[in-house]
């Protein structure tokens, strides 16, 4: 593993304060699928989770947004018909969608898969939420994996903590971790551990603190792949020498404008490479994309996105996408 670009601890810098524990009867070795071990290839199977399943009823949703720190107070019925339609996109592309049930101890910020779990070409590897009122969700996510027969390659414990949302992969075999209030450098050592036969490189990227600890802020936050060559960033909160990594392994840089940042503007999801599915809110980013020659898919978000401050990426778990 390569240590990142910066005085950033590598994934192998330290002895192991608790050991990544394979899960299901699922042994390191576990048999390979084809995975999403890459961000912008072709996608063919996602999981989603609906509102309905996620969230409960009314009620539920009145007791519980505030202090999950969401800008305002979700609508379910609006919520749901923008999930509709944001599902129906991807079976109109053919695409298979693998749903999550409802479970008694996930809340609402598990409509947000992709933080519970990340997708390597040996299985999936189930994360250690960094923020506590989500730490059900993986076990939730790893019931339904085996269920469904999808291979589970192991989990994130003890003092680790991994969220999904900090981590892409920027090649098939190199992937960036974020490390900040939600992954820490453990969570990272224990997944290059886990994923050790499928990575060459792991890149660990220290994070800004920009709001603080309450505030939902990823790596995915200020960075989107789109192709392996293209990101959509946010470049005044990149690292600069995580900035500069990128535009060494010549990665052109297509910027979202600062007043889109704040309504989830480098939140974009790769449908196929130059090719993404965003939140309709922005038009500045939009215009940067398709200049760079990007078809952009647009849907509305107002419930599902802006208000709990999760795009695209954040609603989705890839399970497999084309090689790249």
């Known amino acids: 593993m390569s240590e990142a670009p910066e005085t950033a601890p590598s994934s192998e810098a330290d002895p192991p304060s608790d050991e990544p524990q394979p899960r299901d009867g699922h042994p390191a070795e576990a048999p390979a699928f084809q995975s999403a071990q890459n961000e912008v290839g072709k ?3 996602l999981v989603l989770k609906r509102p309905a399943q996620a969230w409960g009823d009314t009620a539920t949703i009145a007791a519980r947004w505030q202090a999950l720190q969401y800008r305002s107070e979700p609508d379910l019925e609006g919520a749901n018909a923008e999930y509709e339609a944001f599902a129906a996109f991807f079976e ?3 695409v298979e969608i693998e749903w999550l049930p409802s479970t008694p101890d996930t809340g609402l910020d598990s409509i947000y898969v992709r933080d519970a779990a990340v997708v390597t070409d040996g299985g999936v590897v189930l994360c250690n939420m960094g923020k506590r009122s989500r730490l059900d969700e993986p076990d939730a996510q790893a019931a339904y994996y085996s269920a469904a027969g999808i291979p589970v390659l192991g989990a994130i414990t003890g003092d680790g903590m991994l969220e999904g949302g900090d981590l892409l992969w920027l090649g098939p075999r190199t992937v960036a971790i974020g490390l900040g209030y939600r992954t820490n450098p453990e969570g990272a050592r224990q997944f ?9 490189e792991l890149i660990v990227v220290p994070l800004p603190h920009w709001k603080g600890p309450d505030d939902v802020f990823h790596l995915m936050s200020m960075l989107s792949p789109v192709d392996t060559d293209l990101a959509l960033v946010f470049s005044p909160l990149l690292p600069v020498p995580f900035r500069e990594l990128l535009i060494a392994r010549g990665i052109r840089l297509v ?4 007043h889109e940042f704040e309504i989830l503007g480098a939140n974009v ?4 490479p130059r090719e993404v599915l965003m939140v309709d809110a922005q038009p500045g980013t939009r215009a940067n994309l398709e200049a760079a020659g990007v078809t952009c898919h647009t849907f ?17 778990r890839p399970l497999e996408r084309a090689p790249v």
């Open 192 to 200: 290059g551990a886990l994923a050790r036969d499928h990575l060459d």
């Open 92 to 94: 109109d592309r053919d």
């Open 43 to 45: 996608l063919s199977k």
């Open 255 to 258: 910027e979202t404008p600062p």
């Open 300 to 316: 509305k978000g107002d419930e599902i996105c802006l208000k709990g401050c999760g795009g695209p990426t954040c609603l989705t």
């Open 269 to 272: 999801l790769a449908l196929a």
